[in-house]
């Protein structure tokens, strides 16, 4: 079962801020937040990831609430080639390995 | 060019043939993995291989063997598979699986398969 909830979709502005919300609520205190993107017919890339500090990379900023039972991924200025589905995952907590279990994510279309 | 190469990336095969998927990666990683993705539903984790020992199997039917003879070639053999395993599948190499912050996964484009 997916451990995290997503909105299914969300549409954002060229050149605006993509702000991308995710619910994990049952998230153990010592597990990490991940972030991936899958462009259409590509394999998903890794964005970002985070335990309680915000972060921030290249592609995106994490945002990550006191109480960890949620986070943000911010896009700061989407383009055209932002359009993806978008994961937030944590791993399975009874796993020894990279068990990573993806749920339906987000499809952000950014629109011009 | 994402540094884990999948071969071919796409396939059509009967029922009754046999048929392996290639993935390849120059990343220095030593954990791979093989991940399914229907139409309209999640990634699936199958296999994950860390040192070339399969250290998850995550109750993947028979006719799906995968094969890691070292630790940058990853194979996933398949016979008498169905129509309803026509899929995306999906390669992907970490460094470390094991470590609590897990280091990223770079996957493959994928071998796009088609049972007929």
């Known amino acids: 079962d997916a451990k995290t909830t997503q909105p299914p979709s969300m549409d954002c502005a060229e050149g605006r801020a993509a702000n991308l919300p995710c619910n994990h609520s049952t998230i153990s205190g010592n597990e990490y937040v991940y972030w991936y993107r899958q462009i259409h017919s590509q394999g998903p890339q890794y964005i970002i990831h985070?335990?309680?500090n915000n972060e921030t990379n290249e592609m995106a900023s994490l945002i990550i609430t006191e109480d960890r039972k949620s986070s943000t991924l911010i896009l700061p200025h989407a383009t055209l080639r932002d359009t993806a589905v978008y994961y937030c995952i944590v791993r399975v907590p009874t796993s020894n390995t990279g068990k990573l279990i993806f749920g339906q994510g987000t499809t952000l279309q950014v629109k011009p | 060019e994402t540094g884990v190469t999948q071969t071919p990336r796409h396939l059509v095969m009967g029922m009754t043939n046999k048929k392996s998927l290639k993935c390849e990666q120059h990343l220095g990683h030593n954990a791979m993995y093989w991940y399914k993705q229907s139409a309209k539903k999640p990634l699936e984790l199958m296999f994950v291989?860390?040192?070339?020992?399969?250290?998850e199997n995550n109750s993947v039917p028979s006719r799906f063997s995968p094969e890691c003879p070292n630790s940058s070639h990853l194979f996933l053999h398949l016979h008498t598979l169905q129509p309803e395993d026509s899929a995306l599948y999906l390669c992907a190499s970490s460094q470390d699986p094991w470590s609590r912050e897990l280091s990223p996964l770079h996957f493959g484009n994928g071998t796009r398969l088609t049972v007929t």
């Open positions: 291989y860390s040192l070339e020992e399969r250290v």
């Open positions: 985070g335990l309680k």
